[in-house]
């Protein structure tokens, strides 16, 4: 039974799903005009490996995430750079995906659009509007939050509290100052013919609207970074409310943000990192080994030190990997296709239990050095070092971390057997040399 922390009961619950033995996921996707930084690619691997595991657990998933090519950042940068927000947004789309596949994630079986959901946009709009959940002032739309009782069930804010509180932008069109925009009066760059005139849609309709569309009027899993709890996800959630009257998802979920060296990553700091640099230096495995160290609600930090313990950790695993591939081929033995269950299930149960990876990391351990252990002896046991190999390479496979079996070539075999005959003969100046050439080629 896969459990999971749901942000809107504030509860580890088990999962239920909608349809049996199916799940459908929605992650809020990026603004395209920039592009994606590490706390982006941390949603990525992070969904990633939920999906995985629902898989492994004999689920099918699908799963949704869309583009957000439509806002003022991208009007602004279009603009700029004297283009169109087409362009902009296809340019950032495209360094999305590949950062997406330079993680070794999945790609979203869909991937929806604001230009190519404007109709639907419009009439859900349109239709709050008529139902008296929304109101028109000189060409705006704005969402009337006092019209939805269960308004603050995300994120557990209350309206009252929210108002005395808040210090936010006031706005003498609003009736309360948390209405927020669905429809935006605009005369600068791309917009939309509508009911209320020339504009362009505000950003928290479109999800609502593309999960009706692509998955339907309630979905399993809504999930997105931590920040876009509030506003984002409780908006999201009111115009379900108010538009069908139920639930837009039965479980939220939110992964925690990434610091850089322990402090918050921001433009004022200047310490954006480049999902796509970082993972250019670290490699795909280091990344996502990381990533996932540390459990997904809490902080991530990203530091030469928390690398350099990730590239450890990472090494004590995949080295006895190759190993056993190694000694293996040596012997011409075959270490089969079976693999230790009970391993396999004390990490899939880790995982179960609201995707504790730092649990699941100390079974892939044990796992290891179970393994290490019968790669010692003086006649190895290939089928046991097998069942240990394969059963740890069925738990990085749900991390996503790809296990690459060495190509053991002729001349590797003879450099070997000359090594084993210098030791022998204690010709230690030649197995020196043997080993250096061995160890050149990442066989030791
Ligand atoms: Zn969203």
């Known amino acids: 039974m896969i459990r999971l922390y749901n942000s809107r009961t504030l509860k580890v619950e088990d999962f239920v799903p909608i349809h049996e033995g199916h799940v459908d996921m929605y992650v809020c996707g990026p603004t395209v005009y920039n592009y994606a930084h590490i706390g982006n690619a941390r949603p990525m691997v992070v969904f990633d490996v939920l999906k995985r595991l629902f898989e492994a657990e004999g689920y099918t998933v699908t799963y ?9 950042k991208i009007i602004k940068k279009a603009a700029e750079e004297g283009t169109t927000e087409n362009v902009i947004a296809e340019r950032y789309i495209e360094a999305y995906q590949q950062v997406r596949t330079q993680l070794n994630t999945e790609l979203p079986d869909i991937t929806p659009r604001v230009t190519e959901t404007m109709d639907e946009i419009i009439a859900f709009v349109d239709e709050l509007v008529k139902s008296g959940h929304a109101y028109v002032v000189d060409g705006d739309v704005y969402f009337s939050v006092d019209s939805v009782p269960t308004y603050g069930e995300i994120s557990h804010q209350k309206l009252d509290q929210l108002e005395a509180g808040a210090r936010i932008e006031t706005n003498d069109q609003k009736k309360n ?17 509508s009911p209320w005139g020339m504009g362009r849609p505000g950003w928290h309709t479109e999800c609502v609207v593309m999960i009706n569309d692509n998955l339907g009027e309630k979905i399993d899993i809504h999930g997105g970074g931590m920040d876009l709890k509030f506003p984002h996800h409780e908006n999201e959630a009111a115009q379900q409310e108010a538009c069908h009257g139920n639930a837009l998802a039965n479980y939220w979920i939110h992964n925690a943000m990434v610091n850089i060296n322990g402090e918050k990553m921001s433009k004022s700091l200047g310490n954006t990192m480049w999902a796509k640099d970082v993972v250019d230096a670290l490699g795909t495995n280091l ?22 313990t990730a590239r450890k950790e990472l090494d004590k695993v995949l080295t006895p990997l ?38 699941a990391y100390a079974v892939i351990f044990e796992t290891v050095k179970k393994l290490n252990q019968t790669l010692r002896q003086r006649e190895i046991n290939f089928e046991a070092a097998g069942t240990y190999r394969n059963a740890v390479e069925k738990m990085l496979n749900i991390l996503g971390i790809v296990v690459e079996k060495p190509v ?5 075999r003879e450099l070997f057997a000359k090594w084993n005959e210098a030791k022998k003969a204690k010709d230690f100046a030649s197995a020196d040399i043997y080993r250096a050439q061995l160890s050149e080629k990442g066989l030791l």
């Open 408 to 412: 053991i070539t002729d001349e590797d």
């Open 64 to 72: 949704v995430s869309n583009f957000t090519d439509v806002d003022d």
């Open 322 to 359: 190759k190993q056993a591939d190694i000694k293996a081929a040596l012997a011409n033995a075959d270490m089969g296709e079976a693999y230790d269950e009970a391993e396999y299930r004390a990490f899939l149960d880790a995982m179960d239990d609201d995707m504790n990876t730092p649990n």
């Open 177 to 193: 100052p948390y209405d927020f925009a669905l429809w935006k009066k605009t005369d600068m760059g791309i917009k939309w013919n």
């Open 287 to 308: 990344t996502r080994w990381l990533v996932s160290s540390v459990h997904y609600r809490k902080e991530l930090n990203f530091s030469d030190e928390t690398i350099e």
